[in-house]
């Protein structure tokens, strides 16, 4: 892999390790400890092991940095500057049920703008990384989003409320409006994966609401460097505070926002007004 900067190489050696552990533990993950951390949401020990050594790995090559992280929350560092935002396994839900399919995802803020992104897929040995305003790239290969042109031609990515999380009636109002539009929906349950494939042009598009920080920072560089399109759901930028995220190439950016949009306005005018939250 071709890396082009030492922070690149801070965050991607510190991947690495981590996934050493991420993949022994998924080979055995039928013996793996698990507790409940919440409805429909599990933490296991493989999940909580990662995230010391990402901690470990980047404090000591970074020992000023800020951090956020999934499970322990935030640190404040001595440089006011710079913060670390990781999740040190995305895709829980698919690692403890033994799908191949997670992601260790790690972003550095720099004076509150993400500045480089990497998103690990171990069990591919897939390295996405993106620096702003040098690329994005998977291993040593340039990544350009797709340059499909018609919704009906897309694939599109999504992730979905689980258990009593998200607003479920919104959400199904979405989606059935973009199964009609397009070629085809995707769920495959990593939201910083279902990014970076938007960013190799695997997938056209990206929606979902009520992310975390953590879920989306690194991903969304990703898609941006790979000449994609990234706004909230109103067409602005609060992806990081609000979490509901939209990307799409430059083609179909616009048009998938519309349906999106169109679809809430036409539940909510049907439903009660206490259905819906307002986004």
Known sequence: MALRSPILNVMSNAALKAARGLLRDFGEVEQLQVSVKGPGEFVSTADLKAERTLKQELTRARPGYGLLFEESGAAAGTDPRHRWIVDPLDGTTNFLHGIPHFAISIALERDGEIVAG?????????????????????????????????????????????????????????????????????????????????????????????????????????????????????????????????????????PLAALIREALRTARAVAPASTYKER
């Not at 305003?133 to 797709?146: E, I, K, P, Q, T």
């Not at 990014?195 to 953590?214: H, I, M, T």
């Open 118 to 254: 990497l998103v690990y897929d171990p069990v591919r040995d897939e390295m996405y990384s993106a620096e702003k305003g040098l690329g994005a790239y998977v291993n040593d290969r340039r990544l350009r989003v797709s340059a499909r042109r018609q919704l009906a031609e897309a694939v599109i990515g999504t992730g979905m409320p689980f258990g009593a999380r998200g607003d479920r009636p919104s959400y199904l109002a979405t989606l059935t409006s973009v199964m009609n539009a397009t070629s085809g929906v995707r769920r495959i349950g990593a939201a910083a994966l279902d990014l970076a494939y938007v960013a190799a042009g695997r997938f056209d598009g990206f929606w979902e609401f009520g992310l975390s920080q953590w879920d989306i920072a690194a991903g969304m560089l990703l898609v941006r460097e790979a000449g994609g399109y990234v706004s909230d759901l109103s067409g602005g930028q609060a992806m990081m505070t609000c979490g509901d995220v939209l990307v799409a190439n430059d083609h179909l950016h616009l």
